[in-house]
């Protein structure tokens, strides 16, 4: 069983970066697809990077190309999301998923129950 679990967020200033996490204690996302959406409150949930289970091919949103770069490690049942040169557009709380197909709609089938990340300009 997939269990998730997201860490790293925190209050950072604009052009600031943090490292956001998510472990899988169930140890069983090694063959599945991994990604990161965000949720800002009152909008919907978007997504920001995917990865294959491989890590061979990565999917990024427009708003984040160039700043952010998804990773796994599956030795450890590791996501990363890392997130350079911050805006205040980036503030949302940050959830990492997981499901055997890989894609930006956010039809996956486990989550985990988010992290926040605030920036401040």
């Known amino acids: 069983q997939v269990q998730l679990v997201e860490s790293g967020g925190g209050l950072v200033q604009a052009g600031d970066s943090l490292r956001l996490s998510c472990v899988d204690s169930?140890?069983?996302?090694?063959?599945?697809?991994m990604a990161w959406f965000r949720q800002a409150p009152g909008r919907e949930r978007e997504f920001v990077a995917a990865?294959?289970?491989?890590?061979?091919?990565?999917y990024y949103a427009d708003s984040v190309k160039g700043r952010f770069t998804i990773s796994r490690d599956n030795a450890k049942n590791t996501v990363y999301l890392q997130m350079n040169s911050l805006k205040p557009d980036d503030t949302a709380v940050y959830l990492c998923?997981?499901?055997?197909?890989?894609?930006?709609?956010?039809?996956?089938?486990?989550w985990g129950q988010g992290t926040q990340v605030t920036v401040s300009s």
């Open positions: 998923a997981a499901d055997r197909v890989l894609g930006p709609l956010p039809a996956y089938d486990y």
């Open positions: 169930g140890r069983s996302s090694s063959s599945y697809a």
């Open positions: 990865i294959s289970w491989s890590g061979g091919t990565t």
